[in-house]
């Protein structure tokens, strides 16, 4: 999508891409429709507008926006170098929100724009996290000062008129590092794309954030070491600001990126903003939000969720073992509290999904099949989405073993939370590899989605939205080998889209099979649709639908940690039992004194 200026002297070209990657066959992973919108790209945006309106050029320069993010549009390079030599080449190319996983395929984009002569500027928590944790050439890095792209690290609000200004005239700097003079976002450009950008995405969904930064201290984490430890928020007035916004262009369907809601420090300003714009001003918004498993003791934070739009809802479950939970420093976690949480978010009827990390030390295959079988049985969770644990650039994970020596796999492609890029003290990468496959398949079973279906009808989750999850989350793994995060309606490819450094193939070759995979895959989809369908179809039909009662949904007791595994099949577990016991008696004991 191309925003141009108002009428001007002359016309500076900002490209903003964000890339996707590489699927295993080399190809970049591109849908006619993405699952997930771009925050980056949105912040990237909003803040590029207000520099336009503001003419931090000059009075008579105007700045062109174009915007890409490559996992629902092609990035045409040769459109785009036209694009840029009709204005004199008076622009720059901004590779936007670059992950590890993205940075080959952000170095492959930049090349022909470089050997152009066209200046590349990349930003994002690749380049944050390794200059950040690491010394300034690791991981990478110098590719990019080897042809020239100018690194970002920090965040740009109140940045970008310099590198604009920069860029304009000719003197971009190598390096812009501000990651220790991370900006307020109070009252700064909010997130935004126009609906043309958004409508690339499933369900005219987009993004913002709230707050960033994050006060916990968990070892896999990128977030607390690039956006900060200290947590800085958006108003209340900011939210309302963006939200209508998005609504005079008809889009009402939010995805709250904070890494943590419930930590917002103004979430129940925000809420009742959101409550104020839902109930008088009858926009009717949709959210998806994140939150840690404490959630439910801040009082009314459920309650208002429900009230503010909130219909799914992320939670950071990561494991069920707390010898795992130590090891990762994510202490926060309390095992002991996940199904009071979630049976709280039930009670709202809101769909709950969680993050579930696979290789923690402990895990073997066959611990990892038991937790999925407990989770199963004892937890009311809805949608479970599976992660490798992975030492990313910018974690302290990563940066114990790069100063340690130990062996990590040199291609930062596969550093997307689905690839294994180490070793583990009890696995072998094939194992490894195996029980994270297997495990899609072990939790999306056929009998496990029914339960599921049958839960939503007896919490007043809507069936229909919870069928589409389901059909997502069960079938990607095994029909298109990509994470559900990373999917969409529809893959596309392109023959130019594969790895330089892989060949090129025939287009007598590469079509006929494309077609044909995307006919068998569909086939296969449309009859896992078809059969979710019917199954809730039943149920809802199921007289006794409504009174439906297992393990997971039984409300908590006093005395469950005697019976239930999540409590009793780890010495963590038990051990974790028995400190809140002992704290109950306490407390007892002094209430009595």
């Known amino acids: 999508m191309r925003e141009q200026s108002e009428t001007s002297d002359r016309n500076f070209q900002l490209i903003l891409i ?334 709950t999904l969680a993050g579930y990390i696979l290789g923690f030390p402990a895990d073997t295959p066959e611990s990892i099949r038991r937790d999925i079988a407990i989770i199963q049985h004892e937890l009311p969770l809805d949608v479970i989405e599976f992660f490798v644990l992975t030492p990313l650039p910018g974690s302290e994970d990563h940066q114990t073993l790069f100063r340690k020596g130990v062996a990590m796999d040199p291609d930062l492609n596969i550093y997307d939370v689905e690839h294994v890029c180490t070793e583990h003290p009890k696995m072998s990468k094939q194992e490894w590899e195996s029980i994270y496959q297997e495990a899609w398949s072990l939790y999306y079973s056929p009998e496990h989605m029914r339960t599921l279906l049958r839960r939503a009808v007896a919490t007043g989750v809507p069936l229909a939205r919870l069928v589409k999850v389901l059909v997502s989350f069960a079938t990607t793994v095994p029909l298109e080998n990509v994470h559900p995060l990373q999917s969409g309606l529809l893959r596309l490819k392109h023959p130019s889209e594969r790895r330089p450094d892989l060949p090129r193939e025939s287009a007598l070759v590469f079509w006929p099979r494309f077609i044909g995979e995307t006919i068998s895959k569909h086939l296969k989809l449309g009859g896992t649709i078809a059969r979710l369908a019917v199954t809730a179809f039943m149920i809802s039909r199921d007289n006794n639908a409504r009174t439906y009662m297992d393990q997971a949904l039984t409300p908590v007791g006093d005395h469950e940690d005697e019976t239930l595994e999540l409590f009793t099949k780890t010495a963590g577990g038990q051990a974790a039992v028995s400190h809140i016991k002992k704290v109950n008696e306490l407390t007892h004991a002094h209430r009595a004194g």
């Open 18 to 351: 964000k890339p996707s990657h590489y699927d295993d066959d080399g190809y970049v992973i591109r849908w006619w429709r993405a699952m997930i919108p771009s925050n980056s790209l949105a912040a990237l945006y909003g803040i590029a507008a207000d520099c336009a309106e503001r003419r931090v050029l000059g009075p008579g320069v105007g700045i062109d926006i174009t915007v890409i993010d490559e996992t629902n549009t092609r990035v045409n390079t040769s459109a785009l170098l036209r694009q840029l030599k009709a204005n004199g080449n008076f622009g720059m190319v901004a590779l936007v929100g670059v992950q590890s996983n993205q940075y080959p395929r952000a170095l492959d984009i930049a090349r022909p724009f470089r050997d152009a002569g066209i200046p590349v500027a990349m930003g994002g928590f690749h380049v944050s996290g390794c200059l950040s944790m690491l010394d300034g050439h690791a991981v990478g890095l110098d590719e990019c000062r080897e042809m020239g792209i100018s690194m970002f690290a920090g965040e740009v609000e109140g940045r970008l008129d310099k590198v604009l200004q920069d860029a304009a005239s000719g003197t971009l700097a190598p390096l812009y590092n501000f990651m220790n003079d991370l900006p307020s976002i109070e009252g700064a450009a909010v997130p935004f794309l126009p609906k043309v950008n958004v409508a690339q995405t499933l369900g005219l969904s987009t993004s913002f954030d709230a707050g960033r930064g994050c006060p916990y201290q968990c070892s896999f984490c990128t977030i607390i070491n690039v956006q900060g430890r200290k947590s800085r928020f958006r108003t209340a007035d900011d939210v309302e600001k963006l939200v209508r916004m998005n609504w005079a262009q008809g889009i009402h369907k939010f995805f709250i990126t904070d890494d943590n809601f419930a930590r917002n420090k103004d979430w129940e300003a925000i809420f009742d903003r959101l409550i104020e714009l839902r109930e008088k001003d009858g926009i009717p918004l949709g959210l998806m939000i994140q939150v840690d498993t404490l959630c439910h003791k801040i009082p009314n934070f459920i309650e208002k969720s429900k009230r503010a739009g909130v219909t799914r809802v992320f939670i950071g479950l990561e494991n069920v073992n707390p010898d795992n939970l130590t090891a990762a420093k994510k202490n926060q976690n309390k095992i002991t509290e996940y199904r009071k949480m979630l049976l709280a978010w039930k009670a709202q009827g809101i769909m």
